[in-house]
């Protein structure tokens, strides 16, 4: 079994400071980590993902998130947030290996102000 | 790169009647199809998984002869809420794992349902 947590249901920023959205997961196996973005009304877009290999995984619009094995997390950065990064954020995980149905985070709204 | 093309993007329909909704994948063959509900601000539930030429699977809680699941072809795969009741309003989204070379799981753009 899987799970993933993020931390935070909500984070306002203002426009062109760095951010960062925190996750968490746990699971007996070795993993797959996503993140995905959602706007109003739309389906999930892949943000970026870690496989395996380098732990800095860097993803599309500036974000990037780095791997740590020792403490469980996956956690999404960006130096500079835009007006238009305002959406819903969702971390993922799925197994390595057979089943590798995504198990999905409760999402974090990130709020840019002008 | 693969693409998910799922519509309506909303419906509007009254109680009791039922409606359909089609995720159809465009550039690629699709053996699975997994189906979502999301309620505001909360996450994706996976309500079933559908594979072509077999049944759905559904997730415990979820009930089969609410949500009929149909996929009928390589690129077609339907969900259809049947007997539609207030509480049936929701968001809802498909997803195809990821082929070979694909980045990550590919998402429909979603349907809001508003039973009235």
């Known amino acids: 079994a899987q799970s993933v947590t993020q931390l935070d249901s909500q984070v306002p920023v203002f426009e062109e400071a760095p951010v960062e959205l925190r996750c968490n997961y746990s699971?007996?196996?070795?993993?797959?980590l996503f993140w995905y973005v959602q706007y109003p009304n739309q389906g999930l877009q892949l943000l970026l993902k870690y496989l395996s290999g380098s732990t800095l995984v860097k993803g599309i619009n500036g974000f990037e998130a780095e791997f740590n094995k020792s403490q469980t997390s996956f956690h999404l950065r960006k130096p500079s947030v835009h007006i238009s990064d305002t959406a819903e954020y969702f971390c993922a995980v799925s197994g390595s290996g057979g089943s590798y149905i995504p198990t999905f985070g409760r999402g974090t709204s990130l709020i840019v102000h002008p | 790169g693969a693409v998910v093309s799922q519509h309506p993007s909303r419906v509007i329909c009254k109680s009791g009647t039922s409606v359909k909704i089609e995720c159809r994948s465009l550039?690629?063959?699709?053996?699975?199809m997994f189906w979502y509900r999301q309620f505001p601000k909360q996450s994706l539930m996976l309500m079933a998984t559908s594979n072509e030429g077999s049944k759905a699977t559904y997730e415990q809680g979820v009930e089969k002869d609410k949500f009929l699941i149909n996929h009928a072809s390589l690129t077609l795969s339907t969900l259809t809420v049947t007997s539609a009741h207030p509480e049936d309003s929701s968001f809802y989204i498909c997803s195809a794992p990821p082929g070979q070379g694909a980045l990550g799981y590919t998402f429909g753009s979603g349907t809001r349902l508003t039973v009235v």
């Open positions: 550039d690629f063959q699709a053996t699975t």
């Open positions: 699971s007996s196996v070795s993993v797959y």
